[in-house]
């Protein structure tokens, strides 16, 4: 992907164009996991609307202990996606009712903690 160790003068997964897949990472707070898991149970329909404005789709958020791994993709790329997202009173209202449950959602700059490739096998699918 790229020579530079931590991806701060490259382009990385914020320039992610339309379709291509990024990973992210979240830690939540020891004890928060099954309020997370609620939480996501029942996601506002508002803010799934949301995710559909801003052209994000194929998401999924895994977990392993307090460790979240959130992949998704984009229609028009991710910082069309962020600043979609960005702009909105219900993402806004989203954060704030879950910030609580977060123990570190991104780096020293604010970016993402973002997950690089370093590996891919496409496979076969079944026919």
Do not use: N
């Not at 490259?10 to 928060?32: E, F, I, K, N, S």
């Not at 949301?50 to 392993?64: K, M, P, S, T, V």
């Not at 069309?80 to 020293?108: C, I, K, N």
Request: net charge neutral; proline share 9%; with cysteine.
């Amino acid at each position: 992907m790229t020579a530079d160790p931590d991806h701060r003068r490259t382009p990385g997964p914020a320039d992610a164009g339309p379709g291509v897949q990024v990973c992210h990472l979240y830690r939540l707070r020891p004890g928060a996991a099954a309020e997370y898991e609620r939480r996501h149970a029942e996601v506002w329909p508002e803010m799934s609307a949301l995710l559909d404005q801003a052209g994000i789709y194929d998401y999924h958020i895994h977990r392993h202990g307090t460790l979240l791994i959130c992949v998704l993709r984009t229609r028009y790329g991710y910082r069309h996606a962020g600043r979609v997202t960005g702009a909105s009173a219900v993402q806004a209202r989203w954060s704030r009712s879950l910030a609580h449950l977060f123990a570190e959602v991104a780096d020293a700059d604010g970016e993402p903690l973002w997950a690089y490739p370093v590996f891919h096998h496409p496979g076969h699918p079944p026919s």
